[in-house]
């Protein structure tokens, strides 16, 4: 019995070294495919942006208090109000070395920046609508939850605690409507955002 044992075990070794070796050569291989996209892409010149697809947002069309006390409030219009002029694309969904292999390395500041004014702009009015949602004030937030659909944000809990609203008015269709806007969201999270909102269990018992 000990030597077919230790044969077992030999083998389960044999078996285990052969597959990393292949996991090794695997990781490796595409370790390599990486660093050379990224070399590749270090050496692309500047290339026009003509198919950028900019955010322009119509900042007037929100609530704003400039009056209020609230220094909660006051901050999330702050940081609103200092996107007006900016440049705002949604690229999430795009590597820097993507970027750089499209539009060249000397646009990647550029590109960043206005990747970043998206990410201030769609958190900025996620957390003013559930601010305002959490204050009683909900049809101030509905507006800048709506607003938020319509610059295409992509994230999801800003849909659900729409949709939210709209289920506790019955409003079933308005929750249709956003899940077809949310099909111009660029980045990975339209389909689940898609899925949440046409998911019957959601309409039955929306969270």
Known sequence: MIFPFFTTIAI???ILTVYMRQSTKHVGSDMKDLWT????????????????????PDFDQLPFDEETADETLLDYQN??????????????NITNTDLKLKYGV?????????????????????LWGRYLYEQGDIEKAKQVLEFGVSVHTDSKAHYRLLA???ASDFDFEA?????????HIASDSR????????SDEFL????
Do not use: F, H, W
Request: net charge neutral; glycine share 4%; charged share 30%.
């Open 12 to 14: 389960v070794l044999g």
């Open 37 to 56: 996209k990224e070399l590749k892409a270090n050496g692309v010149r500047k290339q026009p942006l003509t198919d950028i697809e900019y955010i322009e």
């Open 79 to 92: 940081k609103l109000n200092s996107l007006r002029g900016q440049k705002i694309v949604n690229l999430s």
């Open 106 to 126: 000397a646009n990647l500041e550029y590109l960043s920046a206005c990747d970043e004014n998206y990410l201030t702009l769609v958190k900025y009015l996620y």
């Open 164 to 166: 939210d609203i709209y």
């Open 175 to 183: 929750i249709d409507r956003i899940a077809d806007e949310a099909s």
């Open 191 to 198: 389909d689940a955002i898609i899925a949440m909102l046409k």
């Open 204 to 207: 039955r018992n929306p969270k």
